[in-house]
């Protein structure tokens, strides 16, 4: 899902976040179905000015690799 939080009176937006307890974005959930589901947090900042943006795209793949293989 791709959301545009600038509308902040958009209701299914902010149900979404409140049921996972997050405030903020970017927020990228990795949600994990099957018998049980599973949601990740994968990482919110994918080049802050200290990160590279390379590094910070993967930190993001490992995190999303974690998640899914263990």
């Known amino acids: 899902m791709v959301a545009d939080w600038s509308d902040k009176d958009n ?28 949601v990740v947090e994968l990482p919110s900042q994918l080049s802050p000015p200290a990160i590279l943006p390379a590094a910070g795209k993967k930190k993001f793949i490992e995190a999303i690799d974690a998640a899914i293989n263990g």
């Open 11 to 38: 209701w299914v937006i902010a149900e979404f976040l409140n049921a996972l307890n997050q405030p903020n974005i970017p927020y990228y959930p990795l949600i994990l179905g099957g018998n049980e589901v599973k």
